[in-house]
């Protein structure tokens, strides 16, 4: 198991203080972070319980937090792995390439970059909202046949792959799809599952794997004089491969990662961040950002349920932490 040295450091005290506001401005019963600088652990932090039922467990390390939308980085780092085994050829071949049963609306007009990149149009299978590449719309619809094509080419889920590629050679044993709560689980309430196959958004990580897997990426898949994956994998999951003509305001995407380039009005990533900065968010509250610059990869936990309340910016708050963990890096 991965277990980088812990140090101790004030400098993200004023971190700390910012998501616990958050926290009680989201009324989330649970809040962590964990930020790895330069090869070691510089703050691990863990605020509340597990949700509000009376004897809640008391949020700590082995907590496994509902990261949403973080998955996705879990099914580009597979798409990627398959494009550089050969198994895709190109992430500009048409999704009918790869999958025979999908709707004439998507043969021969979708890209796997498309689908990657946010850009490809769907509002479902059978409605388009805009022409493949032209703009920019995050639903789950390419997610989908994404997972599909990992599950046809692999002759598995897309859960068993990464188990077997990825989770069992870091040693990660607070990482997973799962279909019912137990007590290390931040569970959402009324959440439920059919399977832990991998298609469905039920994916758990604990705070220190979550910094982990940031932390893979920034390290190109070495850990400790072993390539758990080739360092091509992690290079293209984290390169800007939108549509080159998008909309100056409008996200950059690598493989699900939000990518910095320059400044833009829609991405969740901060103004201050360095280009090269790369970051998921999910609708829990939780991220994952690394600034290879820095070589720091910060995680921040929540729980949040339920829709935004009132006066509260999710963009604006998201890119706070990542200007703030900027500048704590930057500090040390």
Not at 98 to 123: E, K, P, Q
Request: with cysteine.
């Amino acid at each position: 198991m991965l277990n980088l040295q812990k140090t101790e450091n004030t400098t993200f005290n004023e971190l700390n203080d910012y998501v616990l506001r958050v926290k009680n401005v989201l009324s989330t019963t649970a809040a962590a972070t964990c930020i790895i600088h330069h090869d070691r652990i510089v703050n691990e932090w863990y605020s509340g319980v597990h949700s509000n039922s009376t004897g809640s467990r008391i949020v700590d390390e082995e907590s496994q937090f509902h990261v949403a939308s973080v998955r996705k980085t879990y099914l580009g780092l597979a798409i990627s792995l398959a494009l550089y085994e050969g198994k895709i050829c190109s992430i500009d071949d048409d999704v009918a390439d790869y999958l025979d049963d999908v709707d004439t609306l998507v043969a021969g007009n979708t890209t796997i970059r498309h689908l990657l990149t946010h850009t490809h149009g769907l509002g479902d299978l059978h409605h388009r909202l805009f022409l493949p590449g032209t703009d920019w719309k995050y639903n789950n619809v390419g997610v989908n046949l994404l997972i599909n094509i990992i599950q046809k080419l692999y002759q598995m889920p897309l859960s068993q792959l990464l188990e077997d590629r990825v989770f069992t050679p870091m040693g990660f044993s607070h990482t997973g799809w799962r279909k019912e709560p137990n007590e290390k689980l931040v569970w959402l309430l009324n959440e439920q599952y059919n399977d832990n196959q991998g298609d469905e958004a039920n994916l758990f990580v604990s705070t220190k794997e979550l910094a982990y897997w940031g932390y893979l990426h920034l390290k190109r898949g070495a850990m400790h004089g072993q390539q758990i994956l080739p360092r091509g994998v992690f290079e293209q999951a984290t390169t800007i491969i939108s549509p080159p003509d998008l909309g100056h305001q409008l996200p950059r995407n690598g493989f699900f990662w939000f990518v910095q380039d320059e400044p833009r009005a829609m991405t969740e990533l901060g103004d201050e961040l360095p280009s090269g900065s790369f970051q998921s968010l999910g609708i829990t509250g939780c991220a994952c950002l690394v600034i290879p610059k820095y070589q720091t990869v910060a995680v921040r936990m929540y729980n949040q349920t339920g829709p935004n309340p009132a006066g509260y910016d999710y963009l604006e708050d998201i890119k706070t932490f990542g200007n703030l963990v900027n500048k704590c890096a930057q500090d040390l």
